[in-house]
């Protein structure tokens, strides 16, 4: 019979399995379609979610688990496509928003749609 720490293994394991296959789905056809990755969708995705006039980049590492230089060259990547604009906080001239476009969203809304029907497909499995 397993013991607690084997069943606790097990369940961990079958989560980190699971969480692959559907971050592999999700990653193949989001770029396929959309020409994002999983973590731009995540990105732009938060953006909408904290506010309309955009959100502090120092924000958006804590929700989705980046460092801030891994998040500034997504950032960039995703203004250099169109997708996000920079400005500079008013308050704080140090600090730095990203505001998602229009752009921005009508590829999200996209996106948004592809996500589902992964999501829909690899969890119901």
Not at 56 to 81: C, F, N, T, W, Y
């Amino acid at each position: 019979m397993p013991t607690k720490q084997q069943n606790l293994t097990e369940e961990w394991r079958d989560l980190m399995a699971r969480h692959a296959r559907v971050n592999a789905a999700l990653e193949r056809d989001l770029q396929r379609r959309h020409q994002l990755t999983v973590t731009e969708f995540e990105a732009l995705s938060r953006l909408v979610e904290n506010s309309e006039d955009g959100c502090r980049l120092q924000v958006l590492v804590d929700e989705i688990h980046m460092s801030q230089s891994a998040l500034s060259r997504l950032i960039g990547r995703l203004h250099d496509e169109g997708l996000v604009e920079r400005r500079t906080c008013a308050d704080d001239r140090r600090g730095i928003y990203a505001c998602i476009t229009d752009a921005g969203r009508e590829r999200l809304a996209a996106a948004q749609v592809t996500q589902a029907e992964v999501l829909e497909k690899t969890l119901r499995d």
